[in-house]
Nanobody, 124 residues
Framework: QVQLVESGGGLVQDGGSLRLSCAASGRTFANYAMGWFRQAPGQERVFVGIISRSAGSTAYANSVKGRFTISRDNAKNTVYLQMNDLKPEDTAVYYC?????????????????WGQGTQVIVSS
């Protein structure tokens, strides 16, 4: 089992920035790729980005590429999502998730453990 706890969400104005954190406990954090997803009201959970176990590789959804950056600190068992130039359409609950397998997947069903989510609201 892996337990994940997200934090850092909140209300921000259009064009602002937030940094989300996801703290992991349980199994060895460094063994897993970590993904970020988001879910807006009434919509499906969608892929935001992913970082490989060693942080050597990252990948992002086109909608956030160039604005969002994922990083991780394996010594602190934490993964981060730095979000810049936020837009109202970024409003959603953001989730981190553990991927136990080949590192890259955009499908939420390929992820094994999830946090409870943190709300991000971007006002126009």
């Amino acid at each position: 089992q892996v337990q994940l706890v997200e934090s850092g969400g909140g209300l921000v104005q259009d064009g602002g920035s937030l940094r989300l954190s996801c703290a992991a406990s349980g199994r060895t954090f460094a063994n897993y790729a970590m993904g970020w997803f988001r879910q807006a009201p009434g919509q499906e959970r969608v892929f935001v980005g992913i970082i490989s176990r060693s942080a050597g590789s990252t990948a992002y959804a086109n909608s956030v590429k160039g604005r969002f950056t994922i990083s991780r600190d394996n010594a602190k068992n934490t993964v981060y999502l730095q979000m810049n130039d936020l837009k109202p359409e970024d409003t959603a609950v953001y989730y981190c998730a553990v991927r136990d397998g080949y590192w890259y997947s955009t499908k939420w069903s390929d992820y094994d453990y999830w946090g409870q989510g943190t709300q991000v609201i971007v006002s126009s």
